[in-house]
């Protein structure tokens, strides 16, 4: 029977992309996808009558580099770039959005429910023309997007989930485009919740290469 009450959590990344969902005991389970690897290259490829996602796409990209398309993240909410595919211009948002259907296909085949409802993580930095890119990507896939989580956020939040007393917590996001490093101070329960303190280096990544 289909989990229709299920919101799957769907790390939108900028070199792999994965997709998840909590299990009976309230813990994340990663969803394998081709290959039984737990994440997917977010390189896509364009056939003449078909999109590839993930290994084979990447595999592609070394003899066909014109036709695939990676690290598209870097360009989400920048309505000035676009990808020609053989006189067809893709915006950012458009290709995102086939690395969203690949893994929302890899968690149905997996559990036999439909993918639906979805919260996605996002840099801390995002800015708010690339969250809605984000969010539009989800909605050419199909999906309905709960929300936007920092991936900062994400990550101290699966740290601290059953932790009860106040604590900070430095979370190091060295990810395929960017290096972002966030601080979260944790307050007792009946304090207001939680103070948030970011720095989003930029500048370091263009010293990174």
């Not at 066909?64 to 690290?71: G, M, S």
């Not at 595919?85 to 429910?113: H, M, N, V, W």
């Not at 994400?154 to 960017?178: K, P, R």
Request: glycine share 6%; hydrophobic share 40%; aromatic share 10%.
């Amino acid at each position: 029977m289909a989990n229709t009450n299920r919101i799957y959590g769907i790390d939108l990344g900028t070199t792999y992309s994965c997709i998840s969902y909590l299990d009976e005991n309230n813990r994340p389970v990663v969803i394998a996808g081709d290959n039984n690897r737990l994440v997917t290259p977010s390189v896509v490829y364009f056939e003449p009558n078909n999109v590839i996602v993930g290994e084979t796409a990447k595999e592609y990209a070394r003899v066909e580099p014109d036709r695939t398309v990676a690290l598209v993240k870097r360009y989400m909410g920048d309505s000035t770039w676009k990808k020609d595919i053989s006189g067809t211009k893709y915006r950012p948002e458009e290709i995102s959005s086939y690395i969203l259907l690949k893994l929302k296909k890899a968690a149905e085949d997996a559990l036999g429910d439909e993918v639906t409802d979805v919260v996605i993580t996002v840099p801390a930095y995002f800015s708010s023309a690339e969250r809605t890119a984000t969010e539009q990507a989800g909605q050419l896939a199909g999906l309905k997007v709960h929300d936007l989580i920092p991936e900062p956020m994400a990550a101290a939040i699966a740290y601290a989930v059953n932790e009860v007393e106040d604590q900070t917590v430095m979370v190091y996001d060295l990810g395929g485009g960017t290096f972002d490093i966030t601080v979260f101070e944790r307050l007792p329960r009946q304090s207001s919740g939680c103070h948030l303190h970011r720095w989003h280096p930029r500048a370091w990544w263009a010293r990174l290469g």
